[in-house]
């Protein structure tokens, strides 16, 4: 794996697995809708495409000559019923099909371990769109890796607990910087592909 294209990465998830990417040595291609919203130090070791998940041609563009998918959509702080994710989701999907690149990474939310009337209210309509985003993803083909993390914090990298297909969250928290590392490495790791990841950073004492 040389090349990886990560898809809404200036949000912070986002941003976490360029950082990471960079580190291990991969050629990066940022995928975003505001060039501008990249930082300064990050403009000049990646290259950016300027487009939108839910238009196909510049997504097709993004995928074209990578080896690997990292999905870090997000809807910022807006959490009005969306279908964003989802739909960027398949498009992302039919262009790696369409250029035949394998692997994906997708970032999602441990709330969709949870039963329907445990979900926060205020967290409802983006769950719904997480779950047509996971169908999506299951239904693909593709060796997809689906990270249900928990609540993103700033913390800096510690250990951390990754399991396959748990029925539940490992834990309460996830340092975004880890969160970002694992998406770019779990690309090149088989055995976390077609699988359900639970992450979380282990306790502090």
């Known amino acids: 794996m040389k090349k990886v294209v990560i898809f809404g990465s200036t949000g912070v998830i986002g941003l976490n697995a360029v950082e990471a990417a960079l580190k291990k040595g ?4 940022a995928f975003v809708r505001d060039p501008a919203k990249l930082p300064e130090h990050l403009k000049d070791k990646v290259e ?16 074209e000559g990578t080896d690997a998918v990292v999905i870090t959509l997000g809807t910022r702080n807006d959490l ?9 989701t398949k498009n992302i ?17 441990a709330f969709l371990f949870y039963e329907q009337e445990k979900v926060p209210p205020i967290f409802v309509n983006l769950n719904e769109d ?7 993803l299951k239904d693909s083909g593709l060796n997809w890796i689906a990270a249900f993390p928990p609540h993103f914090t700033d913390d800096p ?18 340092a975004k910087c880890d969160l970002g590392t694992f998406l770019v490495d779990a ?3 088989p055995k976390y592909y077609k699988a359900v990841i639970g992450i979380c950073n282990v306790p502090k004492e």
Do not use: W, Y
């Open 26 to 29: 991969l050629e990066v291609r």
């Open 48 to 63: 950016i495409v300027k487009g939108n998940v839910l238009e196909p041609d510049s997504v097709h563009e993004a995928v």
């Open 80 to 88: 009005a019923p969306t279908s964003d994710l989802s739909e960027g």
């Open 93 to 109: 999907i039919d262009a790696m099909r369409a250029k035949n690149v394998k692997t994906v990474s997708a970032c999602l939310s």
């Open 130 to 136: 997480h779950k047509r985003m996971f169908q999506a």
């Open 157 to 174: 990298s510690r250990e951390m607990i990754i399991e396959v297909n748990p029925e539940k969250t490992p834990g309460r928290t996830i």
């Open 187 to 189: 690309l090149s790791e």
